[in-house]
T-cell receptor
């Protein structure tokens, strides 16, 4: 069974440029998460989806970040314009449902470097 | 203030030795606690889950403990191997299903 797939794995852009990350969760997983992870830190939630609905986006910087999960499967996270402080790893995770003890399955992450 | 604190921040051990990682939390009301292992350049992978009624759980050479009264958990690695070099993250779930992540402990195993 395929795991959570993310792309691109690495992205280097100049500040003020746009960037987009894509995530394909495990088949059948209704809950999808986007996390930001800085070096030496734990993941920080950006947004959580239950199917197509963004049920927790309180930590998403909406002035420059946007996300969508069309048809409740794949998801895209966009940053426009990128700032130097956005350099980090963006992790996507999925689970069978937030309302259980189910574990999160993470992708390998997309490492963003903003110059 | 983070609701999940892990210690030490990092440690170095020799191959074959044991080590113990600590996780203290203030998340309440508590639902469960998971330990994840994150290899460099990879996403975290779950090692164990501890619920309120569980005190100890093992997964191979990994043994997790939970004291729900003192809100402390530990992860013990026995007979460490080079492949144990990774970051270990403690994640606590509240009954409202919100997850709180610790900053992780970076373990380096040297031959």
């Amino acid at each position: 069974e395929a795991g959570v797939v993310q792309s691109p794995r690495y992205k280097i852009i100049e500040k003020k440029q746009p960037v987009a990350f894509w995530c394909n969760p495990i088949s059948g997983h209704n809950t999808l998460y986007w996390y930001l992870q800085n070096l030496g830190q734990g993941p920080e939630l950006l947004i959580r989806y239950e199917n197509e609905e963004a049920v927790d986006d309180s930590q998403l910087p909406k002035d420059r970040f946007s996300a969508e999960r069309l048809k409740g499967v794949d998801s895209t996270l966009k940053i426009q314009p990128a700032e130097l402080g956005d350099s980090a790893v963006y992790l996507c995770a999925s689970s069978t449902g937030a309302r259980n003890t189910g574990e999160l399955f993470f992708g390998e992450g997309s490492r963003l470097t903003v110059l | 203030k983070n609701q999940v604190e892990q210690s030490p921040q990092s440690l170095i051990i020799l191959e074959g030795k044991n080590c113990t990682l600590q996780c203290n939390y203030t998340v309440s009301p508590f639902s469960n606690l998971r330990w994840y292992k994150q290899d460099t350049g990879r996403g975290p992978v779950s090692l164990t889950i501890m619920t309120f009624s569980e005190n100890t759980k093992s997964n191979g050479r990994y043994t997790a403990t939970l004291d729900a009264d003192t809100k402390q958990s530990s992860l013990h690695i026995t007979a460490s191997q080079l492949s144990d070099s990774a970051s270990y993250i403690c994640v606590v779930s509240a009954v409202d299903y919100k997850l709180s992540f610790g900053a992780g402990t970076t373990v380096t195993v040297r031959a």
